[in-house]
C-alpha cells in the first residue's frame, strides 16, 4: 500500500512537501513517481525518483521548483514543490513500480497507487 500526506492550502509562491510512504514493500528497487489530477483535466506526471540509480525526473511544468528524494530507511519518497501557482491545484496521487519495468511517467506501467492528497493554492 502506498500513503500520500502533505497537501494543504497554501497561498500563490509558497512551498509544499508530499510524501509517499509504503507499507508491506519496501521502495528498494523501486521507482516512484508523482502524478496530478487537476479539476477538468488528465491525469499528468510530476515527478519520477529511480531509487535504485537516484535518477530524480520532472515534467517541464514543476522543473526547477521541485524535488523530488527517497528515504530508503523510512520507506518514503518525498516531492518539494515550491513557488507555488495556483495552476499546481490538483489532486496529487504516487504510485510505483519495480524499477526494472520503469518508464517514467507512464501511468499504464506503474503497479501500486494510493490515494491522493489534495493541493490547493489560492492566488
Known amino acids: 500500500q502506498l500513503q500520500a500526506s502533505g497537501g494543504g492550502l497554501v497561498q500563490a509562491g509558497g512551498s509544499l512537501k508530499l510524501s509517499c510512504a509504503a507499507s508491506g514493500y519496501i521502495f528498494e528497487d523501486h521507482a516512484i513517481c508523482w502524478f496530478r489530477r487537476a479539476p477538468g483535466k488528465e491525469l499528468e506526471g510530476v515527478s519520477c525518483i529511480n531509487t535504485n540509480d537516484g535518477d530524480a525526473y520532472y515534467v517541464d511544468a514543476v522543473k526547477g521548483r521541485s524535488t523530488i528524494s527517497s528515504d530508503i530507511a523510512r520507506n518514503t519518497v518525498h516531492l518539494l514543490m515550491s513557488r507555488l501557482t495556483p495552476e499546481d491545484t490538483a489532486l496529487y496521487y504516487c504510485?510505483?513500480?519495480?524499477?526494472?519495468?520503469?518508464?517514467?511517467?507512464?501511468?499504464?506501467?506503474?503497479?501500486?497507487w494510493g490515494r491522493g492528497t489534495q493541493v490547493t493554492v489560492s492566488s
Open positions: 504510485a510505483s513500480v519495480r524499477a526494472y519495468d520503469f518508464i517514467p511517467f507512464d501511468v499504464s506501467n506503474m503497479e501500486y
